[in-house]
């Protein structure tokens, strides 16, 4: 039997993703996947600001976007009605990455780490006790089991860990079929981007990914098909027809599947030693490149506090924060979704009711504050956590803005402090106080003096491992806010020398 700190069950983003912080943060990973290799059909194809910024956090980004060539775009769309994702302060534009490209990168980071990735290995069983989950796989060799201190079920909206414990899955069943493929299209209208309607109900939406293949999603009335039925290139020729008549051919399939508008979420995202990320936990429409991203943001606030756990200086509580703090984002993504299906007329209805609410919602967005918040709720770069303080100051359970500073001489930007996957207290004054409290949590946090190149919202932040802010100089008791996150002082602050590893 194979003992690891945490077995990571899924081998998609959300799970790969969980398995690199953890890696990070030295809480040695095992990925387990029912596949024998990496799903060809990239379901998503959008990576959102936020999910760049957090990219880029961890020195990330750079390296992801130079293993093809692909579209940007600071338009986003909520039931195709045009979105500003600029309206908010953000270095990064919405890049539009195929999931399997995010994979492929993904694993080869964790491979080159010395992380076990396991493909072709069906769970059967799991077991959770009081101090670790056992889990029996069907791999290529037979049977075998391993072992963790906790689980992370990352498997998909039909998860078998799920299932195996026997949880509800509460929501609302898909209604709806559609197809969605990577295709090569031709014609006036094969450089279109976004929503396009027919009288009769019938839809199409197109996007670019890496030349010259486009995302297309079509869809309309009629009966919904199984899931599971393969998708013809017969009717992907029906369905551009029925949008865009002969403006738009298609010329190359490479792949395609059928997607619904089921709607579901657990109703905790932790039972035990057992925790479910991304589709796992919840599934809804995949409208405006959401549900990837939603699982990511997921996997960044899980991994750095389940090694934490492992590492046993996580506080009271911090685990639970996981649930807390993600089971609403999500509950929010399941609404904006379920919205955007209605006011798109998803199934098909051609109701010219729906056709006016779309145009309220239109006029609506052309006053900034409503496209501010929109563009907010889209991207996730509104995403506030409720964090103590929080209601004395605005930044506080935001996301660390990306300064310019300069430390040690060397300019530099204050996301690019977040590198090494520890919290992080940015001080701006190089206050002697700052600096021998910050000490007693040398292992867990880095302390970095530096100087403002421009405005600056707070002269000292404490932000943590995932990038939100959780103490400003604006408030008291940073010493109650650093017990709070990173657990108790590892030395006196008297004390010169830290003890312990940086990864204790």
Same mark, same amino acid.
């Given at each position: ?5 945490? !077995? ?21 990973? $095992? ?95 799991? =077991? ?18 391993? *072992?963790?201190?906790?689980? =992370? ?10 299932? !195996? ?39 199409? !939406?197109?996007?670019?990914? &890496? ?18 039925? &393969?998708?013809?290139? +017969? ?41 479910? =990320? ?37 506080? +009271? ?7 807390? &703090? ?17 006011? $798109? ?16 919602? &239109?006029?609506?967005? *052309?006053?900034?504050?409503?496209? *501010?918040?929109?563009?907010? $709720?889209?991207?996730?770069? +509104? !995403? ?13 359970? $935001? ?52 100087? /403002?190149?421009? +405005?600056? /919202? ?44 940086? *990864?204790?």
């Amino acid at each position: 039997m194979t003992a690891v700190d945490v !077995i990571v069950v899924g081998a998609g983003p959300t799970g790969l993703m969980t398995a690199a912080e953890l890696m990070l943060a030295e809480a040695y990973p $095992m990925v387990l996947d029912a596949l024998p290799e990496r799903n060809p059909m990239s379901r998503a194809g959008v990576i959102h600001c936020r999910t760049a910024e957090l990219f880029d956090q961890r020195g990330m980004l750079e390296s992801l976007l130079a293993t093809g060539d692909f579209p940007t775009t600071e338009i986003g769309h909520f039931a195709g009605l045009p979105v500003d994702f600029q309206s908010w302060p953000t270095r990064h534009p919405a890049y539009n990455v195929p999931q399997g490209k995010i994979e492929e990168f993904l694993e080869a980071r964790l491979v080159g780490g010395g992380v076990p990735m396991l493909r072709g290995h069906q769970v059967v069983d799991m =077991v959770a006790e009081a101090d670790g989950v056992t889990v029996t796989a069907n791999g290529p060799d037979g049977i075998v089991r391993h *072992r963790g201190r906790y689980l =992370v079920a990352a498997d998909g909206g039909r998860s078998t860990i799920r299932k !195996i414990m026997g949880l509800d899955f509460p929501g609302r069943k898909g209604t709806s079929t559609s197809v969605t493929a990577e295709a090569v299209l031709s014609g006036l209208g094969s450089t279109r981007q976004g929503l396009e309607r027919s009288s009769g109900g019938h839809w199409a !939406i197109q996007f670019p990914l &890496e030349a010259p293949v486009r995302r297309l999603v079509v869809g309309g009335p009629g009966p919904a098909v199984p899931r599971e039925a &393969e998708v013809t290139t +017969d009717e992907l020729r029906a369905g551009l027809r029925a949008v865009y008549g002969d403006q738009v051919e298609l010329v190359g399939l490479r792949r395609a599947a059928r997607i619904d508008n089921s709607a579901r979420q657990l109703t905790t995202y932790q039972r035990g030693r057992v925790l479910f =990320v991304g589709d796992a936990a919840h599934i809804h429409l995949p409208l405006a490149g959401q549900g990837v991203n939603l699982g990511l943001g997921d996997a960044f606030n899980l991994g750095w506090k389940l090694a934490a756990a492992v590492h046993g200086w996580a506080p +009271d509580q911090l685990l639970d924060t996981y649930h807390t &703090e993600r089971h609403p984002v999500g509950a929010r993504v399941l609404a904006n979704t379920q919205t955007q299906g209605l006011l $798109m007329d998803w199934v098909g209805t051609g109701d010219p009711d729906l056709s006016a609410a779309r145009g309220i919602l &239109e006029e609506l967005l *052309r006053r900034p504050e409503a496209m *501010r918040w929109m563009a907010g $709720m889209m991207t996730g770069l +509104d !995403i506030r956590y409720d964090i103590a303080g929080a209601s004395e100051d605005p930044l506080v359970g $935001m996301r660390m803005p990306d300064l310019d500073v300069t430390v040690a001489g060397e300019p530099r930007r204050s996301h690019s402090l977040l590198h090494t996957g520890r919290g992080l207290l940015l001080d701006l004054t190089r206050s002697d106080h700052l600096a021998a409290a910050a000490g007693a949590w040398a292992a867990r946090v880095d302390h970095v003096q530096a100087e /403002p190149r421009g +405005d600056v /919202p707070a002269t000292a932040m404490l932000v943590r491992p995932d990038g939100h802010v959780c103490w400003t100089s604006g408030l008291p008791e940073m010493e109650k806010a650093l017990t709070s996150w990173f657990g108790a002082p590892n030395r006196s602050p008297a004390d010169p020398s830290p003890v312990g590893s940086a *990864r204790e």
